[in-house]
């Protein structure tokens, strides 16, 4: 079946650079996704959405960018930081999924963030 | 604040047991889901609810079930525990109108079946 995945596992930054995290999504009726962090020991917690009528959206020191024509999504978060160190997930929503409210989670990406 | 709480953070069990994973949310969450989180699977959907007394399978249903007899409250249960039930498992809800979908998740319960 179609699914959300991640291009690579982990990423490893200074701190103080910016980091982007990507994930490709492959079913084009996709129409919302939702950016989650995860630090070790805890649940995923929500950063950012975007819905598929939108090609950027900021929020506090991170923007995600949505490619529909390649079905590429991107996290990017200026100036990094220890905190940010965790698994970053994308999830999607597709309205053929069961019902309204199922999101589909990719594998997630580790960041590690160097001092 | 929602807040989304599950009854053990970490729990081990024989195989054959019967499991009970508790999950309560106070926000008054029309869905609620259980996932399990697996190194490299990321979270597959086992089970959820839209209402009380409603279930719906997700990916894995398999060798699970659960019960939804309070809004509020979202049992997982497994029938009789194995190796390969062995995992981290999440509960989340979700308002689900309004057009937001965001899914507010519990700490987890890290199971491990001996």
């Not at chain 1, 959300?4 to 492959?26: K, M, R």
């Not at chain 1, 950012?48 to 020191?61: A, C, L």
């Not at chain 2, 929602?2 to 029309?30: A, I, N, P, W």
């Not at chain 2, 699970?64 to 007899?69: H, K």
């Amino acid at each position: 079946g179609e699914s959300v995945g991640l291009h690579l596992p982990t990423l490893s930054v200074q701190e103080g650079d910016n980091s982007i995290i990507n994930c490709a999504y492959s079913n084009s009726a996709s129409d919302y996704f939702i950016w989650y962090k995860q630090e070790s020991g805890k649940g995923p917690q929500f950063i950012i959405d975007i819905r598929s009528n939108m090609d950027k959206r900021q929020g506090q020191r991170v923007t995600v960018l949505l490619n529909k024509t390649v079905k590429h999504l991107s996290l990017q978060i200026a100036a990094t930081q220890p905190g940010d160190s965790a698994v970053y997930f994308c999830a999607d929503r597709t309205p053929a999924q069961y019902n309204n409210n199922d999101m589909r989670f990719g594998a997630g990406t580790r960041l590690t963030v160097k001092p | 604040d929602v807040k989304v709480t599950q009854s053990s953070r970490y729990l081990v069990k024989r195989t054959g047991e019967k499991v009970f994973l508790e999950c309560v949310q106070d926000m008054d969450h029309e869905n609620m889901f259980w996932y399990r989180q697996d190194p490299g699977l990321g979270l597959r959907l086992i089970y959820f609810s839209y209402d009380v007394k409603m279930k719906e399978k997700g990916d894995i249903p398999e060798g699970y079930s659960v019960s939804r007899e309070k809004k509020e409250r979202f049992s997982l249960i497994l029938e009789s525990a194995s190796t390969n039930q062995t995992s981290m498992y999440l509960c989340a809800s979700s308002f689900g109108q309004g057009g937001t979908y965001e899914q507010y998740f519990g700490p987890g319960t890290r199971l491990t079946v001996t």
